[in-house]
């Protein structure tokens, strides 16, 4: 039975990496959605991946999330971080300190020995306050090695899933509903052809930035978010998705 689980991972896989145009998927077993040690294997082979990628110097931009935190979680000192600076995609999202890129960034930094740059931007600011933001040094010294990024690690939410853990009132919430948003990813949220229908109020890596990366690495799963997997996929950007089984049959079956 083994044998034949680990054949139907790699069926589903390659039938992904057709339907959404991504030239490598690795599917784990399982459902993210209902088991914990899924999103922890996801994140295992999150940390396996971006030490297969990753070379001397480089910047890697990282998002913010429960599953970037699990590859946080996994990732090990090696030579092959030397010199590697981790680096937050965005700027405050909303999310719970544990779960913030700053914080992800420092702790990747820390597993691995490379080094780190935090992007001091609190949530919500206002866009005058964004502005001024935007002439600080230390900030623009960020943004600018933001614009250096050879891989791109970083998660895919379901946009309302997204939006609630980000505090949204309901009026927000209802907002996007009728725009249509179904995934989200750097503070970006998408409709389901991959348009951009509402942007959180931050700054640091822009949609540009990622489509110029050499590599961008995606983990996400679960059943609950195989819409935003799809909607995410029409960037095109993408050169390795890791998800699970519960996240792969279902959009399969879409
Ligand atoms: O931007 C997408 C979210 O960061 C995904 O968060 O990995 O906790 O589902 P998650």
């Not at 799963?221 to 089984?245: H, M, P, R, W, Y």
Request: hydrophobic share 40%; charged share 25%; aromatic share 4%.
């Amino acid at each position: 039975p083994l044998v034949g689980e680990l054949f139907g991972l790699t069926e589903l896989a390659e039938r992904l990496q057709r339907v959404l145009g991504i030239a490598k998927v690795i599917v784990v077993q399982g459902d993210a959605d209902h088991s914990p040690w899924v999103k922890q294997e996801l994140g295992r082979v999150g940390a396996r991946v971006l030490k297969q990628y990753v070379r001397e110097g480089d910047i890697v931009a990282v998002t913010g999330g429960t599953s970037i935190a699990s590859v946080a979680q996994h990732l090990t000192p090696s030579p092959a971080f030397k010199g590697v600076q981790f680096v937050p995609a965005r700027g405050g999202l909303g999310e719970r300190v544990e779960l913030q890129a700053n914080t992800l960034a420092s702790a990747m930094a820390a597993k691995t020995g490379g080094t780190y740059r935090l992007l001091h931007v609190p949530d919500r600011l206002h866009p005058e306050a964004l502005q001024s933001l935007l002439r600080e040094p230390q900030i623009k010294e960020v943004l600018a090695l933001l614009k250096h990024t050879r891989i791109v690690l970083h998660g895919i939410g379901d946009a309302l899933t997204m939006a609630r853990r980000r505090s949204y009132s309901e009026a927000e919430l209802r907002e996007l509903e009728q725009a249509g948003a179904v995934s989200e990813a750097f503070g970006y949220y998408f409709n389901e052809a991959g348009e951009t229908v509402h942007r959180m109020p931050t700054i640091g890596l822009q949609l540009e930035d990622v489509k110029k990366a050499e590599a961008v690495l995606s983990i996400a799963g679960g059943k609950s978010k195989a819409k935003a997997i799809l909607s995410f996929s029409k960037q095109s950007c993408q050169n390795v998705l890791i998800t699970d089984e519960g996240a792969a049959r279902a959009i399969l079956s879409e």
